[in-house]
């Protein structure tokens, strides 16, 4: 079973700019999360899109916005780049189940974007 | 305070030693716990969810206190294979996740 498959690998674009990431969900998989990995520092929980909606977004300004299309598969768009916008975006799929129950979310490889 | 704590480490041991990782966490209301792996400039990848009776994979075990805000990683006859990052990590939906904890197996 394909896993998680995120393009481009690498992004390398300029100040102002504006970046495009795509993510594939795992077959099955309703539920598309982004986070955000910036050098030396943890993960963060960016948003996350469930059946075409944004069902939660973290703490990060609206130029960061993104949209889950009707087959799943999910668009991260990063507005007015910034330096500070260099990291690794982790795209990560999980199976909804019921209310209480365990969810595991299953990680891509992530886009490393480069901002000069 | 940080919402899940790790002590960053690195934790350098030999080949075949125990080594065991704790992490706090902050919100008490937190229903789901989980050990990631990380390795250098790659994904997490689950390594186990945790529940509250405790559970063991093979070599590694997670232990949860749900009283103390604490989960805990133990694993046994390390291997060079287990040199990575562990990530602890909570909730059920938007994850919080620990800085960290790094790991170095040596021969």
């Known amino acids: 079973e394909a896993g998680v498959t995120q393009s481009p690998t690498h992004l390398i674009k300029t100040r102002g700019q504006q970046a495009t990431l795509r993510c594939s969900p795992i077959?099955?998989?309703?539920?598309v999360y982004w986070y955000q990995q910036a050098l030396g520092l943890g993960l963060q929980f960016l948003l996350w899109?469930?059946?075409?909606?944004?069902?939660n977004r973290g703490n990060f300004p609206p130029r960061f916005s993104g949209r889950q299309f009707p087959n799943y598969s999910s668009e991260l768009n990063v507005n007015a780049l910034e330096l500070e916008d260099s990291a690794l975006y982790l795209c990560?799929?999980?199976?909804?189940?019921?209310?209480?129950?365990?969810?595991?979310?299953?990680f891509g490889p992530g886009t490393r974007l480069l901002v000069l | 305070r940080k919402e899940v704590e790790q002590d960053p480490g690195p934790f350098n041991v030999p080949e075949g030693a125990t080594v065991a990782f704790n992490c706090t966490y902050s919100n008490s209301a937190s229903q789901s716990f989980f050990w990631y792996r990380q390795d250098c400039r790659k994904e997490p990848k689950l390594l186990m969810s945790?529940?509250?009776s405790g559970n063991e994979d093979g070599r590694f075990t997670a232990q949860l206190n749900r009283a103390s805000q604490y989960i805990s990683l133990l694993i046994r006859d390390s291997k060079l294979s287990d040199s990575a990052t562990y990530l602890c990590v909570v909730g059920r939906r938007a994850l919080t996740f620990g800085s960290g904890t790094r790991l170095q197996v040596q021969p």
């Open positions: 990560a799929s999980s199976l909804v189940v019921g209310p209480g129950a365990q969810e595991t979310q299953y």
């Open positions: 945790v529940y509250s």
């Open positions: 899109y469930d059946e075409g909606e944004e069902r």
């Open positions: 077959s099955g998989h309703t539920s």
